[in-house]
């Protein structure tokens, strides 16, 4: 990129998918969502038309679950009754996927500490904003020894704003007196993406390690595999 990136000063990452690997607790959900339509409509929907959906064979995950994205979840249910409904309850539901997880199911993507490391010791100032709550953060950082890298740490319980509002971002910028188009927004959600323009971060990194692929991260400046190839591919 040849110092594109050279004003950059801060930092904001999202969480899941994008330093933590994504989860896939795929049966329960399944049946939360099942649970969650049953109460907000009274059409009936075959249970196996939904685990169908999500890849699910005798509450087994079928293997090929594994390299479907979000979108091919999304895809089957908005064909149900109701479907849109469905989704949107759906796509908030896996914003908070890793909030009942217990430590042993977290992992981090590979690489990511490193990269952290080496971008807190140039000086950037490094941020994690998410939808979890402060608790399912804790177990994240603290299980891999990754705070000391971060400056300021955002959950659902320390705002009172979410993806993707303006002033989530903002407040963040604000709290470091560092201007929009000296902060760099990084995520693999169309939802992330969002953010940082919304917040109108001065650029815009989509990664692919999560749940999102290029057509959802098509309005970011750039898009990576990882977050481990930013430093080299950014020339951070």
């Keep these: 990129m040849n110092g594109v990136y050279q004003l950059v000063k801060l930092i904001v990452f999202d969480k899941d998918g994008t330093l933590m690997e994504l989860g896939h607790p795929i049966v329960k959900l399944a ?77 981090i993507i590979e690489g990511i500490a490193k990269t952290l490391k080496i971008l807190h010791d140039k000086g950037y100032k490094l941020a994690i904003v998410s939808a979890d709550d402060t608790a399912s953060m804790d177990l994240f950082v603290d299980k891999y020894s990754i705070r000391e890298y971060f400056d300021l740490i955002v959950t659902s319980d320390s705002s009172e704003y979410h993806k993707p509002q303006k002033e989530l971002l903002q407040e ?42 290029a057509e959802d991260l098509r309005n970011a400046d750039v898009v990576l595999a990882s977050v481990a190839d930013m430093v080299n591919e950014l020339d951070l």
């Design 31 to 107: 049946d939360d969502l099942i649970n969650e339509f049953s109460v907000r409509t009274n059409m009936h929907v075959p249970k196996s038309e939904i685990k169908d959906a999500f890849g699910i064979v005798d509450d087994k995950i079928d293997q090929a679950m594994g390299s479907n994205k979000t979108k091919t979840i999304v895809s089957s249910l908005e064909k149900l009754p109701n479907g849109d409904e469905m989704v949107n309850w759906l796509l908030q539901k896996i914003e908070h996927l890793t909030s009942d997880n217990e430590e042993e199911d977290i992992t």
């Design 172 to 213: 963040i910028m604000n709290h470091f007196n560092i201007a929009a188009n000296d902060t760099m927004m990084v995520g693999d959600t169309e939802m992330d993406i969002a953010l940082g323009r919304n917040g109108a971060a001065g650029k815009v990194v989509g990664v692919l390690s999560g749940s999102g692929d």
